[in-house]
């Protein structure tokens, strides 16, 4: 499930901070299935962060910066917005 579409400015990934909030949000408004979205999200944006930070430090940081697809996965799986972004 891969989604071709441009993406537009305000599309950034969900910041840890937003992401607690959820998870509080959806445990006291008892709803199980939201919680482990969001723990699953949670899951594989660090094994994504992982996955890269290892290409980066196997292959050097000019191997994630030539393709496209590793440059979208490290911007997903930041932890915090990047400066100059709401």
């Known amino acids: ?3 071709r579409a441009p993406l537009r ?3 950034v990934p969900l910041t840890d ?3 607690r909030e959820m998870l509080v ?3 006291a408004q008892d709803h199980p299935q939201v919680v482990r979205l969001v723990t699953s999200y949670v ?3 660090r094994v994504t962060a992982d996955v890269v ?13 030539k393709s496209p697809l590793l440059l979208r996965a490290r ?3 930041a932890r915090i917005l990047p400066s100059g972004t709401t």
């Open 43 to 45: 899951t594989l944006r």
């Open 9 to 11: 400015a305000d599309d």
């Open 17 to 19: 901070r937003e992401l």
């Open 1 to 3: 499930m891969t989604d």
């Open 25 to 27: 949000l959806a445990r």
């Open 75 to 77: 911007e997903l799986s």
């Open 53 to 65: 930070a290892a290409i980066e430090e196997r292959e050097g940081g000019a191997a994630v910066a």
